[in-house]
T-cell receptor
Framework: GAGVSQSPSNKVTEKGKDVELRCDPI?????LYWYRQSLGQGLEFLIY????????KSGLPSDRFSAERTGGSVSTLTIQRTQQEDSAVYLC?????????????FGSGTRLTVV | AQSVTQLGSHVSVSEGALVLLRCNYS??????LFWYVQYPNQGLQLLLK??????LVKGINGFEAEFKKSETSFHLTKPSAHMSDAAEYFC????????????FGTGTRLKVLA
């Protein structure tokens, strides 16, 4: 697609429920990142996928968070047993190449509210 | 480990005035540096990037930034602010691991006064 697409754009869920957030990167972009943007915490790295390599999960805050990327394209971030502190905007980004000089293209994000 | 510091969480300028948003970095290796802009309810958009070529980098919307190694700075400037520049601006450094994930500053919200 022309840009990085994220869905849903907004999600309100009850505490304790599971949620799935979807990211559809730009076609041909091999690298995909998830970040979390919350008040007081800025932008936090969550997870990174590159091609068929094992993902870098070092930013996931707890074992309630997981992500997968199927077929090197679409990615799903899953949060189990949501807590109020999970409320944030979850941003997905993709990158064309493997070098540090390539900039990211971000999606518009999913705003998650846990009530 | 890399890090960035953005001085000033809020900056106000008058329309037509110079915009200066500050970013200092810390890196043990030559850094790759980026500025992103975020408009309300949108994702981040790349303004410009420094990748060890020219130290003065020109970006979109009339913005530019100068890499100064001696000062470990990468400040963002624009000669004349427009109302449409009101947004949040993030400085980022790419880490030196193979993931090239970004370490972001905490952001500066720019307000443009009529």
């Amino acid at each position: 697609g022309a840009g990085v697409s994220q869905s849903p754009s907004n999600k309100v869920t009850e505490k304790g429920k599971d949620v799935e957030l979807r990211c559809d990167p730009i076609s041909g972009h091999t690298a995909l990142y998830w970040y979390r943007q919350s008040l007081g915490q800025g932008l936090e790295f969550l997870i990174y996928f590159q091609g068929n390599s094992a993902p870098d999960k070092s930013g996931l805050p707890s074992d309630r968070f997981s992500a997968e990327r199927t077929g090197g394209s679409v990615s799903t971030l899953t949060i189990q047993r949501t807590q109020q502190e999970d409320s944030a905007v979850y941003l997905c980004a993709s990158r064309q190449g493997t070098g540090a000089n390539y900039g990211y293209t971000f999606g518009s994000g999913t705003r998650l509210t846990v009530v | 480990a890399q890090s960035v510091t953005q001085l000033g969480s809020h900056v106000s300028v008058s329309e037509g005035a110079l915009v200066l948003l500050r970013c200092n970095y810390s890196s043990s290796v030559p850094p790759y540096l980026f500025w992103y802009v975020q408009y309300p309810n949108q994702g981040l958009q790349l303004l410009l990037k420094y990748t060890s070529a020219a130290t003065l980098v020109k970006g979109i919307n009339g913005f530019e930034a100068e890499f100064k190694k001696s000062e470990t700075s990468f400040h963002l400037t624009k000669p004349s602010a427009h109302m449409s520049d009101a947004a949040e601006y993030f400085c980022a450094v790419s880490d030196s691991s193979g993931t090239y994930k970004y370490i972001f500053g905490t952001g500066t919200r720019l307000k443009v006064l009529a």
